[in-house]
């Protein structure tokens, strides 16, 4: 079946320094890849996602590479700020069902921004 | 923005009780799901849910567990006789099309079962 794997957190760093999270899939077929993030007492939101061997998805400086060859799709920021604290999910689904599609959800991985 | 509702935010309740949790979809959207988070643990999916019949479910979603959209708007998640393990945050999603497949999440209900 599919999994994800992400990095166990906390994440601690200090304000502009440079974020990875890494996370690796396992999947069946060929998966869209997403990262998603949760902010303290909300619900999920998408950050960024990917649907094809190496495409880049972008969005508020965050960036991640679908790489099918290491089943990898890295959440990278180059300069981080205290209101990026939160945790992060790595999260794949298979477009193998016609009718909905079901995600399968790594750990999360907190990370916290201190000025 | 469009946004996916929950309510209530919070529910306690009583092993053996029934609960219902509620939720209102973006309202062009026509695919519905149900994820839990127990606490510490990853986010899991429950049921998908399109053209008013369930399209794909969980081994956690058995018979205690049901899913109706009783009107053009909600889409709620009943559980029938609640247990302590049942305590969890419960996500809602709503995705436009499935072959687009991004799910936009409402901001979960979290459930104590005590």
């Known amino acids: 079946g599919n999994s994800v794997t992400q990095m166990e957190g906390p994440v601690t760093l200090s304000e502009e320094a440079f974020l990875t999270i890494n996370c690796t899939y396992t999947?069946?077929?060929?998966?869209?890849l997403f990262w998603y993030v949760q902010y303290p007492g909300e619900g999920l939101q998408l950050l960024l996602k990917?649907?094809?061997?190496?495409d880049k998805g972008s969005n508020k400086g965050f960036e991640a590479t679908y790489r099918k060859e290491t089943t990898s799709f890295h959440l990278e920021k180059g300069s981080v700020q205290v209101s990026d604290s939160a945790v992060y999910f790595c999260a794949l689904s298979d477009l193998g069902k016609a009718a909905g599609n079901k995600l399968t959800f790594g750990g999360g991985t907190r990370v916290l921004v201190k000025p | 923005e469009p946004e996916v509702t929950q309510t209530p935010s919070h529910q306690v309740t009583q092993m053996g009780q029934e609960v219902i949790l509620r939720c209102v979809p973006i309202?062009?959207?026509?695919?519905f799901y149900w994820y839990r988070q127990i606490l510490g643990q990853k986010v899991e999916f429950l049921v998908s849910f399109y053209n008013n019949e369930i399209s794909e479910k969980s081994e956690i979603f058995d018979d205690q567990f049901s899913v109706e959209r009783p009107d053009g708007s909600n889409f709620t998640l009943k559980i029938r006789s609640t247990k302590l393990e049942d305590s969890a945050m419960y996500f809602c999603?709503?995705?436009?099309?499935?072959?687009?497949?991004?799910?936009?999440f409402g901001p979960g209900t979290r459930l104590t079962v005590l």
């Open positions: 990917a649907t094809k061997a190496d």
């Open positions: 309202s062009n959207h026509l695919y």
């Open positions: 999947a069946t077929g060929y998966p869209s």
């Open positions: 999603a709503s995705s436009e099309d499935s072959h687009t497949d991004t799910q936009y």
